[in-house]
């Protein structure tokens, strides 16, 4: 006969069962969009953020899931399952409110100042949001366990911020910067809260 879980025990399982429905699916799609694209011969491309046009807005809510190829969704699927984790850990509501202001604030700013004609896609700018949030949420919120985790977060993953600044040819540092802020804000809001 086995012994009945404990409440603790329980919640793990739980968490654990969430991240891996929302992160392993929201990857599972990015790569399923990313066979598409190579059926279509770049077709998809073209619905990433196109800066300053009408049809470009819908980028902002689709660029997160197109990869430019293969290398591109491979250099995203790590920090976003990591990062995506740890949000996750704070719960669904907050990991929910986190993606959507670091979506909305990496496509706005990829659209806002992006350079005319390009095409910008790709889930790093969800990454920044969440980096944001995971290295800011100790600061605004006070307490030692966030603050134990920005610690942490920002010592391992901290380098990553100098992505949010121009230089890197091909690099979309706009959305970089749009998620990144996207993140910070949502780290201030759920403080205040």
């Known amino acids: 006969m086995a012994a009945p879980q404990s409440s603790l025990t329980r919640r793990a399982t739980s968490a654990v069962t969430t991240q891996v429905k929302v992160l392993g699916g929201s990857l599972g799609v990015m790569w399923a969009t990313l066979g598409a694209n190579a059926l279509a011969s770049g077709a998809l491309l073209s619905y990433g953020v196109v800066p ?37 850990l704070r719960g669904a509501r907050r990991f929910l409110l986190v993606t959507i202001l670091a979506t909305l604030g990496s496509g706005i700013a990829a659209w ?10 790709g889930a790093s700018g969800v990454i920044f949001g969440y980096l944001g949030f995971l290295m ?50 949502a780290a201030r809001w759920f403080a205040r809260a």
């Open 52 to 88: 300053r046009t009408r049809d470009g807005l819908w980028g902002i809510l689709s660029a997160p899931f197109i990869h430019a190829n293969v290398q591109h969704l491979a250099a995203n699927s790590v920090p976003f399952l990591i990062l995506g984790a740890l949000v996750l």
């Open 112 to 121: 806002a100042f992006g350079a005319p004609g390009s095409v910008h896609v």
């Open 136 to 185: 800011l949420a100790g600061w605004f919120a006070r307490s030692w366990g966030s603050i134990a985790l920005s610690v942490l977060v920002t010592v391992a993953w901290g380098g990553l911020v100098f992505g949010v600044m121009p230089g890197t040819p091909g690099v979309s540092w706009q959305s970089h910067l749009g998620g990144f802020l996207g993140g910070v804000l």
